[in-house]
């Protein structure tokens, strides 16, 4: 088989791109299954703070529901996402395709509870893996039917030109959740003197209220006698509002680990389902890079092969006009 240079070109650099991406999304595969799988779950009573994994339910906070932004459906978290059909015509055939025109990803912090114990989940950058999927069709750009309960099938996107998908994580579904594991106190985060330093901001911004309260004088402006006072009663009153935090119970929160080598991943599927993914994953890309390789050994070879011979015809011909001269 031979091939012009421009077509050598291309298929080598396609195979190398495809065996790089294969490659990439082996290893990316292989290591999630490797930290699944010597990462000890962890008991939210006695979770210890740093990297770890829990295992739950998830469960909306002071029952506020969240609803995803497109079927109005109350979740613990959602990804919604617009597209819009478009024709196009190529090589003489009328196509199709969609384009995205609006995404977005929830924020929103929700619970997860092991029947006795709770903490909260902040989903920011989570890689989210959930069975409940929701698509549907219609003609606006934002739609005007809500609360879907069931996905249509593919044949509504023939008559319209817009498609609707969100994929969600529902209340009372079971969690794996993979992360970084801490505990926030009140305390420990704001101290005297900042909550003083913040006393006296707020004062500030009501100039009249404050000379009002300090100038014992009444000259119109705070002298440093006056300045020290303001500072004495903002302290007192700091520290009023600083033991009143002791009281408030600390906050156990499980989020994105700040080590870019650390995954965050929240699953609706079980670990031992997930690790399964992950292994089956890291197997097809890993066939898909020996494959890709064995391509681009092949395109070296019969290139390499293709210019033997044209070498080998070139001598041949020389050799033979020399001969019959």
């Not at 994994?53 to 932004?69: F, S, W």
């Not at 090589?91 to 384009?99: A, I, L, M, V």
């Not at 509504?156 to 609707?164: I, W």
């Not at 079980?270 to 050994?297: D, H, M």
Request: proline share 3%; hydrophobic share 40%.
């Amino acid at each position: 088989m031979e091939f012009t240079h421009e077509e050598f070109q291309f298929a080598l650099g396609a195979s190398i791109l495809v065996a790089l991406l294969s490659f990439y999304f082996f290893t990316r595969n292989w290591k999630r299954l490797r930290i699944i799988e010597n990462t000890p779950t962890a008991k939210l009573r006695s979770a210890h703070q740093g990297y770890i994994e829990l295992e739950g339910k998830g469960q909306l906070v002071d029952d506020q529901p969240i609803h995803a932004p497109l079927s109005n459906h109350p979740c613990l978290w959602y990804r919604s996402q617009i597209e819009q059909q478009e024709y196009f015509v190529e090589k003489g055939r009328t196509q199709t395709r969609w384009n995205v025109v609006y995404k977005t990803i929830s924020d929103h912090r929700f619970k997860l509870t092991d029947g006795v114990n709770s903490c909260f989940v902040d989903p920011r950058s989570a890689e989210v893996s959930g069975d409940e999927k929701l698509v549907w069709y219609g003609n606006t750009e934002w739609p005007t039917r809500t609360q879907i309960l069931e996905s249509q099938s593919v044949v509504h996107a023939m008559a319209h030109g817009y498609r609707y998908t969100e994929w969600l994580v529902l209340p009372g579904q079971s969690l794996y959740i993979l992360g970084q594991f801490s505990t926030w106190s009140a305390t420990t985060q704001k101290s005297v003197r900042d909550v003083m330093i913040n006393l006296i901001n707020d004062w500030k911004q009501d100039q009249p209220a404050l000379r009002e309260r300090f100038d014992t004088d009444q000259d119109g402006n705070l002298d440093q006698e006056e300045w020290e006072a303001a500072r004495q009663e903002a302290r007192s009153e700091a520290q009023q509002i600083h033991d009143q935090l002791v009281l408030e119970p600390d906050t156990n929160i499980i989020a994105k680990s700040n080590n870019s080598a650390q995954p965050f991943i929240i699953s609706v599927y079980p670990q031992a389902l997930l690790a399964r993914k992950y292994r089956s994953n890291a197997c097809i890309a890993l066939t898909g890079c020996v494959v890709s390789l064995s391509i681009v050994a092949w395109l070296l070879h019969v290139q390499v092969l293709s210019f033997v011979i044209s070498r080998v015809k070139l001598v041949y011909q020389h050799l033979a006009s020399e001969f019959f001269q």
